[in-house]
């Protein structure tokens, strides 16, 4: 059965045949995507698995602590090829992202071996490397023994992979020549626009550019469409609230968290230029955000999209991705469009969140461990997940050229492809890596929610918070 689709499956892995005569030949043989997927994803491992001994840790069993996700999903999906492939074991625990961090935490802080390796954020890493919790992955990445031949390290995007790697030096440049890999990118979140087609379209309003063109835009939405707020954004008083749209629009500019001079860091957010951005983005929320904005997470920004409650949210991409299906009463009416807050910036340069798999120092086998790393981060369950599950998105380029993948959006998703496309060049994170970041960066959010609910002015708010945060710069002894 299949031994024509295996033929054709073959050839393109040996380079006979290129992706778009493939699907050609797939299609004409009657095989849906799906099915195709999953007889790609079995052939591929079976030819990497004869260039490299995946089965050297047959028998050995690892233990993961994940968060409840869709990455998650399709990594257990998919996960018998990888008992079949290795002769490995895999167990996990898994807890929502309320109490997920905290287990995190808890299991590194008491030095427990129970897992062997873990989800995190690239921020979160910025604390458990220099404590010691988790390795320099580079050693297993530069070991020809340990890595087989085709995981291909700089198929990873390269604002992704550099944004993941710390040299542990406070204002240290992300991805620098002497910078540890802390972690090793899975899937990824973008910053842009996703907007109701219908709602703008009611409002004769054009997808804005510009930071300038969203607040007429958000204005002129929400005056046409009763009980819809114009824009979604975040408001808690969190981390959060930072690190998504804002701070790409705010990077866009040229702006920056901290300044570095010689290695001492200083707050930068009392420039002209930012007090210009804030002014925008707080008239911006109180004119067309939620009225509840200042209790706006992930959860209540996506939602409201969802529901019809807003026209548009400058957020997450895979956020507008989730909205756009399930039993979301919007579901097939979302859009998404790339955003450069700066008019006379060439494209955007969002900032991303990036979950990523870390192995702890005090795994009991870190060498096996790291055969599922390899095997969880590589190409073809990449490529396993963006076709047959809902892994978006993809942290590499291979997986992001797939035909399939990139038809799969375009049916579904428009705009999205094109959204990344423009924007990937551009995507890293923006923050200055320092270990005061989640209590400075939760400080920033605060004063933020002073600006909106009109307690304080802007300029004197962020002058208030740069001396703030240099007084606690200067007591860690960054300053």
């Known amino acids: 059965m299949y031994e024509k689709e295996k033929d054709a499956i073959g050839a393109f892995l040996r380079g006979e045949m290129d992706r778009r005569a493939l699907i050609r030949r797939l299609g004409g043989l009657g095989m849906t995507a799906a099915s195709a997927g999953t007889l790609y994803n079995m052939m591929a491992n079976n030819a990497h698995a004869a260039d ?63 897992y062997d390796a873990f989800m995190t954020g690239a921020y979160m890493t910025w604390t458990y490397g220099p404590a010691g919790w988790i390795v320099d992955h ?33 204002g240290g440049e992300l991805g620098s020549p002497d910078a540890k890999q802390w972690c090793i990118p899975w899937g990824y979140e973008q910053n842009n626009i ?76 009392n420039t002209a230029g930012s007090k210009e951005f804030h002014s925008k983005w707080v008239k911006m929320i109180q004119e067309s955000g939620a009225s509840d904005w200042s209790t706006h997470t992930w959860y209540q920004v996506g939602t409201d999209l969802g529901a019809g409650k807003s026209a548009m949210i400058f957020d997450a ?44 120092k005090f795994s009991k086998d870190l060498d096996a461990t790291w055969y599922f790393m390899q095997w969880a981060s590589g190409p073809e369950h990449g490529l396993f997940g963006a076709t047959e599950m809902d892994f978006v998105n993809p942290v590499r380029k291979s997986v992001w050229d797939s035909d399939v993948f990139r038809e799969r959006l375009n049916k579904n998703y428009p705009g999205y492809v094109e959204m990344h496309d423009v924007s990937a060049p551009g995507a890293s994170i923006k923050f200055t890596a320092q270990p005061l970041f989640f209590d400075l960066t939760t400080e920033w959010a605060a004063t933020l929610q002073r600006m909106v609910a009109n307690e304080v002015p802007v300029d004197e708010g962020l002058d208030q918070l740069a001396q703030s945060m240099n007084s606690q710069l200067s007591e860690a002894g960054l300053r």
């Open 52 to 114: 490299f001994d995946w089965q050297k840790h047959k028998g050995k069993s690892v233990k993961l602590l994940l968060n409840k996700h869709p990455y998650t999903d399709a990594m257990i999906a998919n996960l018998p090829n990888f008992k079949d492939m290795t002769g490995m074991d895999v167990s996990y625990d898994i807890f929502p992202e309320d109490v997920y961090f905290d287990k995190v935490t808890a299991a590194l802080s008491s030095r427990s071996s129970e």
């Open 194 to 269: 996703t907007f109701n087609a219908a709602m703008f379209e009611k409002a004769g309003v054009k997808v804005p550019t510009n930071l300038d063109e969203m607040l007429e835009a958000a204005a002129a939405v929400q005056a046409a469409n009763d009980g819809v707020y114009g824009v979604g954004v975040r408001g808690s008083r969190s981390w959060a609230t930072i690190h998504p749209g804002f701070l790409s629009a705010y990077a866009n500019f040229g702006e920056h968290d901290l300044s570095n001079d010689g290695g001492k860091l200083s707050a930068a957010m």
């Open 317 to 360: 991409d895979i956020l507008g991705y989730f909205m756009n299906g399930g039993e979301n009463a919007m579901a097939g009416q979302l859009q998404f469009a790339p955003f450069a807050a700066n008019p006379a910036a060439s494209a955007p340069t969002p900032n991303i969140w990036i979950w990523s798999l870390a192995m702890s």
């Open 138 to 170: 580079n050693e297993w990445l530069n070991d020809p023994s340990k890595t087989n031949p085709n995981y291909n390290w700089d198929d990873m995007l390269e604002g992704v992979r550099k944004s993941c790697a710390w040299n542990g030096v406070p």
